[in-house]
């Protein structure tokens, strides 16, 4: 059954075990009772009711989300913008640290699976472990498999987080690694240097990752008048209501509807959300705007997860009467703190809850969506291809990356209510950064995959000359939430909401005025070993993984922003985006980035 799972299934869904029930137990609603099941699943594991277990695939770890090699991309290309807070616990004493140590599988009569699982050990701070067993299924996270991934590339054995979750056990790492069974070296002086040599021969795409094509003059004339009629659409009536307005972009977007409007907007908070997004508020934008927004901000305390958004059906009725217009910008970026389950319950079925509303409301939907959705690669193994925004589909891959398929498949659902009627806009965020005003970043900054990899970069002194001349998406927050305002009276749209002239990476670091050098690639390689052996080792680790993908598999896809652009001119929008220095000073100031590990 596995193996058949393996083959519709990302690795990621795979189960690791496959318990045999004779029912699935329920609320007394009906729905299933996610607490009896986990309780379920645990005593036939303990009493051994896995009869696939020895053969399974690695299970997406408790804890554990997506891999960081997919939450922080290569450089050109886009991604989410958040993470999960640090990267775990150190990498324990003990481990190989010598730059030119090599490991012997021969040494002591170890053999390369003992070398795997006493790294493992290490980490896991665990002694009986089963080398055919996934590291997932015996303790360990993806923080964890971090450390281990650093105590590889410190004995000059690499293997992506991707590759780490394909080959779970020790088995299947110390094949992949190339460690022999027994009595010979895993990696010689010799075969270091030749692996060394090759590090300064990157192969890089030949294009700049990134497309700004102009259109043709039929085609800008054809499109201005198209533009022209849509403009002279009255628009919606009726009241807002936005989710996710405690987010980083949400109060931003929030922050624009208070200031271009006087009615009163109506926002979705589950729990203690109203004090969050009052505390929000008052961070981003100083207590004297939050107490003056209090009376035009109608809390509405729901679930996006549930049926009619958790409320009671009077209450859901009454709500769809007032509202014209719905924002929805919740989403779970969180790469560690959630699973595949919580992925698609908040993106894919609070989508599915929202269009419902939308639908009930009669209301025009603008659904915040993510570039992410373009992929990196082609299905196909085609070495090139533009993502334009009246593209969805171009057999991009998108099933891999538990986010990127969430956030695919959201889109989707608000493709198809467009298609049956319902008014819609689709905005795809890129990287959002600090303001392009002040250069103010988001409260939670380590919590963001960019922050992350950009303070990684600082920590190792250095950025690899491959990557220097490609572009990076810096999109200020106020810019998006902006461009998003002043594009919301087109409906049936598409919209890419990025960085219209990207800055290169070189010209990035070198803004922060840091030190940060740019360097040959073997001599990056070299400084990012040492860097993951020294006290700093936990931030550098994201650079480990991030820089054998780039170096293994190039993204091919670009991403075009020219009918946005061509549409903001339209609506006379004019925004001034500044250097990288002002829109990541709010970066190089937190407590995270300046203070260093002791």
Not at 213 to 239: F, M, V, Y
Not at 321 to 331: D, F, M, N, R, T
Request: with cysteine; net charge negative.
């Amino acid at each position: 059954m596995v193996a058949a799972l393996r083959k519709v299934l990302p690795v990621y869904m795979v189960p690791s075990r496959i318990l045999p029930v004779q029912e699935l137990p329920l609320t007394a609603s009906s729905k299933i009772d996610l607490r009896a099941l986990t309780k379920l699943a645990a005593e036939g594991i303990r009493h051994g009711l896995s009869p696939e277990a020895d053969n399974a695939g690695p299970a997406a770890p408790a804890g554990g989300g997506r891999p960081v090699s997919e939450a922080v991309p290569a450089v050109g290309g886009l991604a989410p913008e958040a993470v999960s807070d640090g990267l775990g616990s150190s990498v324990p004493e003990g481990a190989p640290s010598a730059a030119g140590e090599s490991i012997r599988t021969g040494k002591g009569g170890k053999s390369g699976v003992d070398f795997v699982l006493g790294v493992w050990s290490q980490v896991l701070t665990k002694q009986e472990l089963n080398p055919d067993e996934s590291f997932f299924d015996q303790g360990g996270t993806s923080l964890e498999a971090l450390n281990v991934l650093s105590i590889y590339f410190n004995s000059h054995l690499e293997m992506a987080l991707s590759q780490f979750y394909e080959h779970p056990t020790a088995r299947e790492q110390a094949e992949l690694l190339g460690l022999a069974e027994e009595g010979s070296e895993a990696r010689t002086e010799a075969q270091i240097e030749e692996k060394e040599a090759a590090d300064s021969c990157v192969a890089v795409p030949e294009e700049p990752l990134w497309d700004t094509e102009q259109k043709t003059d039929s085609q800008r004339a054809a499109e201005e008048q198209h533009r022209a009629e849509q403009l002279r659409n009255p628009g919606t009536t009726g009241s807002i209501l936005i989710t996710g307005a405690t987010g980083f972009f949400g109060v931003h977007l929030l922050k624009g509807l208070l200031d271009s409007r006087t009615d009163e907007i109506f926002c979705l908070v589950r729990g203690d959300g109203e004090k969050r997004l009052n505390d929000c508020l008052a961070w981003y934008f100083g207590n004297g705007f939050a107490l003056r927004s209090r009376r035009r901000l109608k809390i509405v305390k729901g679930d996006l997860t549930k049926p009619q958004l958790g409320l009671e059906p009077d209450a859901y009725e009454r709500l769809a009467e007032k509202i014209g217009e719905v924002y929805h910008s919740a989403a779970d970026v969180r790469h560690y703190a959630a699973d595949a389950e919580s992925f698609l319950a908040t993106n894919v079925e609070g989508t599915r809850n929202i269009v419902e509303f939308a639908k009930s409301a009669g209301a025009r939907l603008h659904h915040m969506s993510t570039c992410s959705v373009s992929g990196e690669h082609l299905k196909d193994g085609r070495k090139s291809a533009v993502f334009t925004e009246d593209d969805y589909n171009i057999g991009q891959v998108w099933e891999d990356n538990i986010y990127v398929k969430s956030k695919f498949l959201a889109e989707g659902l608000v493709r198809e209510a467009a298609e049956t009627g319902l008014e819609t806009e689709i905005f795809r965020l890129g990287r959002l950064v600090g303001r392009a005003s002040d250069g103010v970043f988001q409260k939670n900054p380590d919590s963001n995959a960019f922050y992350l990899l950009m303070r990684a970069f600082y920590r190792t002194g250095a950025v690899p000359r491959t990557i220097a001349e490609v572009p990076v998406d810096l999109t200020p927050v106020d810019y998006a939430a902006e461009a998003v305002l002043a594009l919301r009276d087109r409906p049936g749209g598409t919209f890419h909401i990025i960085h219209p002239d990207p800055p290169a990476v070189g010209d990035t670091v070198r803004e922060l005025q840091m030190g940060i050098r740019v360097v040959p690639d073997q001599e990056f390689t070299q400084m990012l070993s040492e860097a993951a052996r020294g006290p700093e080792r936990e931030q550098v680790s994201v650079l480990i993984d991030y820089w054998y993908q780039i170096r293994l598999n190039p993204p091919v896809i670009q991403l075009s922003c020219s009918r946005t652009q061509e549409s903001l001119r339209l609506a006379d929008f004019h925004f001034e985006i500044p250097a990288p220095g002002v829109l990541l000073d709010g970066f190089t100031q937190q407590e995270s980035w300046l203070s260093k590990e002791e």
